[in-house]
């Protein structure tokens, strides 16, 4: 998993990271929204416990599952 270079955002061409998906990618704010993952991304992350359901649903909605 290590070995690949990490995926491109086709949006922003930069490397995909859980970071730029979560705050900086137009791409996903939609999906995020869906998935009460937004606004308040950093309370998310910081519960992430209780949220990881969602989280996992999103990434899986998004195909990112086994990106990042
Ligand atoms: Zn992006």
Redesign the pocket.
């Known amino acids: 998993m290590s070995r690949s270079p990490p995926p491109i ?1 086709p ?2 061409q930069i490397p995909i990271s859980i970071l ?1 998906i979560f705050t ?2 137009p ?1 996903y704010s939609s999906s995020l929204s869906y998935y009460n993952l937004l606004p308040d991304i950093e309370l998310v992350l910081q519960e992430t416990s209780q949220h990881i359901p969602n989280i996992f649903r999103f990434l899986q909605a998004n195909n990112l599952h086994n990106k990042i």
């Open positions: 955002c949006t922003c730029h900086d990618c791409m």
